[in-house]
T-cell receptor, first 117, second 113 residues
Framework: AQSVTQPDIHITVSEGASLELRCNYS??????LFWYVQSPGQGLQLLLK??????LVQGIKGFEAEFKRSQSSFNLRKPSVHWSDAAEYFC???????????????FGQGTILTVHP | DVKVTQSSRYLVKRTGEKVFLECVQD?????MFWYRQDPGLGLRLIYF???????EKGDIPEGYSVSREKKERFSLILESASTNQTSMYLC????????????FGPGTRLLVL
């Protein structure tokens, strides 16, 4: 069964600092990987996704993530955080090529990001 | 833009009541999903539907049922609400295909007293 672990429940950074949110997954084949963001009181919005090809993926709002197969990781990064980035971030894994899952995703526990001015 | 709407943002119900949560999407998506979100647990899949009148259990279906009579609408039903079903409920939809994105509604925060 697939699973996702986000080791950091809560991260605090200063505005303008760099950010890295960790995500480790467990899946038997090449997974499809996603990062979503949830602002307070809102639904989830897709930041970026990885299916194949270049292991460094660019997303919206200046975010990027790197797929590292050897480490089973898909960490999210941003070089300079803005106060508006304060939110909860979720990593998710879906069945990759050849999988038959109807698009079901398994989500991590989430990481809450606080940004200090 | 894809739009997924949920009938209520906040709902308060009594233990034992039958509760209906409605989700509507406007992009002709075939696949629809219901999740519950709890602090520290992330999102957990309750049920999903890959087409009209088709449904599959997710990871935590106990105490819930679903209905999909029309393509755009997916309903989550709590047959007899209990306090441990107090949670945030999120609906999502997508086109079929493994690389398609799930689009989420704003969520319904349900309190069962």
């Amino acid at each position: 069964a697939q699973s996702v672990t986000q080791p950091d429940i809560h991260i605090t950074v200063s505005e303008g600092a760099s950010l890295e949110l960790r995500c480790n997954y467990s899946y038997g084949a090449t997974p499809y990987l996603f990062w979503y963001v949830q602002s307070p009181g809102q639904g989830l919005q897709l930041l970026l996704k990885y299916f194949s090809g270049d292991t460094l993926v660019q997303g919206i709002k200046g975010f990027e993530a790197e797929f590292k197969r050897s480490q089973s990781s898909f960490n999210l990064r941003k070089p300079s955080v803005h106060w508006s980035d304060a939110a909860e971030y979720f990593c998710a894994v879906g069945a990759g090529a050849g999988g038959t899952s109807y698009g079901k995703l398994t989500f991590g526990q989430g990481t809450i990001l606080t940004v200090h001015p | 833009d894809v739009k997924v709407t949920q009938s209520s943002r906040y709902l308060v119900k009594r233990t034992g009541e039958k509760v209906f949560l409605e989700c509507v999407q406007d992009m002709d998506h075939e696949n629809m999903f219901w999740y519950r979100q709890d602090p520290g647990l992330g999102l957990r899949l309750i049920y999903f539907s890959y087409d009209v009148k088709m449904k599959e259990k997710g990871d935590i279906p106990e105490g819930y049922s679903v209905s999909r009579e029309k393509k755009e609408r997916f309903s989550l039903i709590l047959e007899s609400a209990s306090t441990n079903q107090t949670s945030m409920y999120l609906c999502a939809s997508r086109m079929p295909g493994p690389q398609e994105t799930q689009y989420f509604g704003p969520g319904t925060r349900l309190l069962v007293l």
